[in-house]
């Protein structure tokens, strides 16, 4: 067996080979990688498009469409002898306005990968309050294990902890802190620091405070109305330990922390990490938000690699930008390779090239570039002058022409034979 031809395939070695036979571009591919490493359902979810070959879908219609233009612009550059300065104008701002569509098209794709992207690395949420409020017991119901030390004495967390989650199918990174609390300890107030720090970079905060203590120690009182305030960050107030007061006083206790702390009253949640009473509806809540964050309330998440992400943003982005920059100086020739930068970067995405071949190929789709193309021109730009029958167009076409159809040159030359047949309009006007 020493000798025989088998040996153990190397990781990704199936999906490397079915990239080179072509049965998957790179999207696919690293959407197969995403789906393997995935470690919650919306992570799974946010990798089927690439999977599924939507993603490839998407971006060889957008080269497509970039390829079009680049053509047109190469027919002025090659052919801008047959055209007058007004159709080349035209068709130049022609090309603009889709550039411009693609890149707003692009720029929304991009914004929405960047909402999904945190699904990927988890949403931040931040659990902070006085010593001995609950934090690290609800830390452990979310977890639905002991992640943390939980004891009847204050102060127990001395310094800040993250853990990983999976809450209703999204990852969440949550963050055990310090108790807030004027202290003269140097280690708990490294601790207190820590914790002031992180739930200033949280998506979503937790200000959890006891039930049975009416005296909120004013300098946590002072950060969490800092934390409230702050349009960035999407905060609740959860009054836990509610087994422990009176019927009279949980009507009420919202309504003043409401006013006191300037926070919505929907914002505000009853919890007894004891009894778990409403336990189960603030997860409802949470993961309600996590749905607005990831924008997926609406549609499915989608994530691309990084690499794909860098290339979206430095070169298709870029080569629009470039080309605005040339159109305004009427430069089509720098102007065409603009665009040819943002091509080549959706080639670099998917794993295909571009070759000039191809670009000749949307130029004349099925034609020879040679005599017969531009004696099928000049037919053309000649004949409205003469009054000739479109006949003659043909006839001259199909004498002169070898190895292609007209009606397909039509087809591929829409945009010009418009410009042509508005300008011999124009000039039958003026000389009736």
């Not at 696919?28 to 490839?56: D, F, P, Y």
């Not at 010593?131 to 609800?138: D, E, M, R, T, Y």
């Not at 003469?386 to 030359?413: I, K, R």
């Not at 945009?415 to 003026?430: D, H």
Request: aromatic share 6%.
């Amino acid at each position: 067996m020493a000798n025989a031809p088998v040996r153990l395939a190397e990781p990704g070695e199936f999906s490397k080979r079915a990239f080179q036979n072509q049965r998957f571009d790179l999207t696919e591919v690293e959407g197969i990688n995403t789906l393997i490493h995935a470690e919650t359902e919306m992570q799974r979810i946010s990798a089927l498009s690439s999977v599924k070959g939507e993603t490839n879908v998407l971006f060889n219609e957008w080269r497509d469409r970039i390829l079009k233009n680049i053509a047109l612009l190469t027919t002025v550059i090659d052919f801008g002898e047959d055209h007058d300065i007004e159709e080349i104008n035209e068709l130049f701002q022609s090309v603009g306005n889709d550039v411009s569509k693609l890149d707003d098209e692009i720029r929304k794709y991009v914004s929405k990968i960047k909402r999904s992207q945190v699904l990927l690395e988890g949403i931040k949420l931040t659990l902070i309050g006085p010593p001995n409020a609950g934090k690290s017991s609800l830390l452990n119901i979310l977890a639905q294990e002991d992640k943390a030390i939980v004891s009847s004495i204050a102060g127990t967390t001395r310094d800040a902890m993250e853990v990983p989650l999976d809450i209703s199918g999204y990852k969440v990174i949550v963050g055990d802190t310090a108790g807030i609390r004027r202290s003269s300890d140097v280690i708990e107030n490294e601790g207190i620091r820590r914790a002031k720090k992180k739930s200033l970079t949280s998506d979503i905060n937790i200000v959890l405070l006891p039930a049975d203590d009416d005296k909120i120690d004013p300098s946590f009182l002072s950060h969490a109305s800092n934390v409230i305030s702050d349009k960035k960050m999407l905060s609740y107030v959860i009054v836990n330990k509610v087994d422990l007061i009176d019927d009279a006083t949980k009507q009420s206790l919202p309504e003043r922390l409401s006013q006191k702390l300037k926070i919505p009253r929907d914002r505000i949640k009853l919890i007894s990490c004891t009894t778990q009473c409403g336990i189960e509806e603030l997860i409802q809540d949470l993961t309600n938000r996590f749905k607005e964050i990831t924008s997926t309330e609406i549609a499915d998440p989608v994530t691309i690699s990084k690499r794909a992400r860098e290339i979206l943003i430095n070169d298709i982005l870029y080569g629009f930008s470039e080309f605005r920059k040339f159109k305004d100086a009427d430069d089509i020739v720098m102007a065409s390779e603009a665009l040819r930068c943002s091509v080549d970067g959706i080639g670099k995405i998917t794993g295909e090239a571009i070759g000039v071949e191809e670009i000749l190929g949307v130029v004349f789709s099925k034609f020879c570039i040679g005599v017969g193309v531009r004696a099928l021109q000049m037919g053309i730009r000649q004949a409205p002058l003469l009054h000739a029958p479109m006949g003659f167009v043909y006839s001259a076409a199909f004498t002169t022409g070898v190895g292609y159809f007209f009606d397909q040159w039509v087809e591929n030359n829409n945009e010009l034979l418009e410009l042509r047949l508005a300008k011999l309009k124009k000039i039958r006007e003026e000389s009736a």
